[in-house]
């Protein structure tokens, strides 16, 4: 399972020329860090060991990267804004590949990109401007409305997913108030911004965010099963054993349907399992399942990332469980 890194753990990872110099480390060593050598160099003056950073996530590579990029940019006007800013926040990521740096230069200054480097133009106000451990960037509402003008509909709906969740959930307690207050905050800023670009996408985007889904896969699951025309229900709560609830990821009410998005984490990262083995935990998702059925009469579907790349995968999915299309 590849590693993530904070933006601290980031820091102590990189190292300057004078440093590795200072631990022996040869010229040819450096020179050979744009190849295959030991090192990569991800900035002028910035080096990181090869190997740990080919492990990480793409997030966490380009987290790295950011805060190289920011260390050479001390004093200038460049907030990190977009997807960037979306990866200093921890927010949810949907086939993130490594991508140039997003930076919005304050003021509304111009300044033409390069090679590794995206600027934006753009009036930034006080408060859309945060310190993240550090760094300036975007603030979460900012950022939120930057990657969904500009980034694809489900890169941008996962993004404002984890964001609302974080405004209306609690735990297991879901604030519908809160919910439609994020709402009109974000719809505010898209009336402020006529004419602005991928401010229609924008618009569909705040619309369907939903700060239930508790995942990126139940985020791009909501996204295929409407599109697919079915009626969803993020979080469904089911009775169960001695007064427990179980919350079934989506359901298809319509249909009597219960979608489970299965991602490979929940049996494969030991921090998911939480010191369970996959067996057992595979286990108690059969026993979960078999209660749900029990109790409701309803499907109960499963998937992975394959299965919602498309609405016709979900399509294809949902057939093989005898599920019909939607009505």
Not at 126 to 137: A, E, R
Not at 320 to 325: Q, R
Request: proline share 5%; with cysteine; charged share 25%.
């Amino acid at each position: 399972m590849p590693n993530d890194l904070t933006i601290q753990g980031a820091r102590r990872a990189l190292h300057t020329r004078s440093q590795l110099v200072e631990r022996d480390v040869a010229s040819g060593e450096l020179r050979r860090a744009n190849g295959s050598g030991a090192l990569v160099r991800l900035q002028r003056d910035s080096y990181v060991s090869r190997t740990p950073f080919a492990e990480l996530l793409p997030s966490a590579q380009h987290r790295m990267r950011v805060v190289a990029a920011v260390e050479q940019m001390r004093g200038g006007s460049a907030i990190v804004s977009h997807l960037s800013a979306a990866v200093l926040h921890g927010l949810p990521l949907y086939r993130f590949v490594e991508q140039p740096i997003q930076v919005t230069l304050a003021g509304g200054r111009r300044a033409s990109s390069r090679p590794g480097l995206q600027r934006h133009q753009g009036r930034l106000a006080d408060d859309d401007i945060v310190d993240v451990d550090g760094i300036l960037c975007t603030s979460l509402q900012r950022t939120v409305f930057d990657v969904a003008r500009t980034g694809p509909f489900e890169t941008a709906l996962a993004c404002a997913d984890g964001a609302l969740r974080r405004v209306c959930v609690d735990g297991r307690a879901f604030d519908p108030v809160a919910q439609e207050e994020w709402r009109d905050r974000m719809s505010e800023r898209t009336r402020c911004a006529p004419g602005a670009r991928g401010i229609v996408q924008a618009r569909r985007v705040i619309a369907f965010a939903d700060g239930r889904a508790e995942s990126v896969g139940e985020s791009v699951s909501r996204v295929q099963f409407v599109r697919l025309g079915y009626t969803v229900e993020p979080q469904m709560a089911v009775a169960g054993p001695r007064g427990s609830l179980y919350y079934a990821d989506i359901a298809l009410p319509n249909e009597q349907v219960f979608w489970e998005f299965d991602g490979a984490g929940k049996y494969s990262d030991p921090k998911m399992r939480g010191g369970m083995s996959a067996d057992d935990v595979l286990l108690k998702v059969k026993r979960r399942e078999d209660w749900i059925r029990a109790v409701t009469g309803w499907k109960v579907c499963r998937g992975g990332f394959l299965d919602i790349a498309t609405p016709e995968a979900l399509a294809a999915r949902l057939a093989a469980f005898g599920v019909e299309p939607a009505r």
